[in-house]
T-cell receptor, first 116, second 111 residues
Framework: ETGVTQTPRHLVMGMTNKKSLKCEQH?????MYWYKQSAKKPLELMFV???????ENNSVPSRFSPECPNSSHLFLHLHTLQPEDSALYLC???????????????FGNGTRLTVT | TQLLEQSPQFLSIQEGENLTVYCNSS?????LQWYRQEPGEGPVLLVT?????EVKKLKRLTFQFGDARKDSSLHITAAQTGDTGLYLC???????????FGKGTMLLVSP
């Protein structure tokens, strides 16, 4: 399998649940990202990992907890979410944090999360 | 304040028409990228423009980077239903490493 794979594709959870989103990349990239996509808003960068170390955390609430066990896998652990957290969560990967022209982001197809 | 402003937000046209969408900023970018996101999928890179004034063509799509590297446009000739999707521009302002995205232009091409 090639590219960036995200599971599950759809997730409905209550505010008291704990769940995890999974992302796997088969491109040999060394940087991985979590983005949040809400209606009528630009893509919001949540977390960036480079060489398995977190290099950016954009003031994301602590109810979102990322984990990067190796350069191919990225998780987003969710607990006590709020209804406003309902959105499409996109995982992406790139080489060298995209600093080199020609090293763009490769996105997965996202997890559509609904918090009830 | 949005760093990258895209216009129009929504565009609905008939097959065969031409269209242009815009990505504007007051900041200078070392490069800009255009992505297309189809329903139910993640964004896919279309092109990266690097040099001020640069024009790149991808079949019926023409991308231009402004001379001052603050804006970009995407022109589609003879649109097809397969062009339907959300067009996103993204760039890293000079001195920053991570990309920032515009809100996108949602294009609907009807038969």
């Amino acid at each position: 399998e090639t590219g960036v794979t995200q599971t599950p594709r759809h997730l409905v959870m209550g505010m008291t649940n704990k769940k995890s989103l999974k992302c796997e990349q088969h491109l040999g990239h060394n940087a991985m990202y979590w983005y949040k996509q809400s209606a009528k808003k630009p893509l919001e960068l949540m977390f960036v990992y480079s060489l398995e170390e977190r290099v950016e955390n954009n003031s994301v609430p602590s109810r979102f907890s990322p984990e990067c066990p190796n350069s191919s896998h990225l998780f987003l652990h969710l607990h006590t979410l709020q209804p406003e957290d309902s959105a499409l969560y996109l995982c992406a990967s790139s080489q060298n944090l995209g600093r080199v022209v020609g090293s763009p982001l490769h996105f997965g197809n996202g997890t559509r999360l609904t918090v009830t | 304040t949005q760093l990258l402003e895209q216009s129009p937000q929504f565009l609905s046209i008939q097959e065969g028409e031409n269209l242009t969408v815009y990505c504007n900023s007051s900041s200078v970018f070392s490069s800009l990228q255009w992505y297309r996101q189809e329903p139910g999928e993640g964004p896919v890179l279309l092109v990266t423009v690097v040099t001020g004034g640069e024009v790149k063509k991808l079949k019926r799509l023409t991308f231009q980077f402004g001379d001052a590297r603050k804006d970009s446009s995407l022109h589609i000739t003879a649109a097809q239903t397969g062009d339907t999707g959300l067009y996103l521009c993204a760039g890293a302002p000079s001195g920053y490493s991570t990309l920032t995205f515009g809100k996108g232009t949602m294009l609907l091409v009807s038969p």
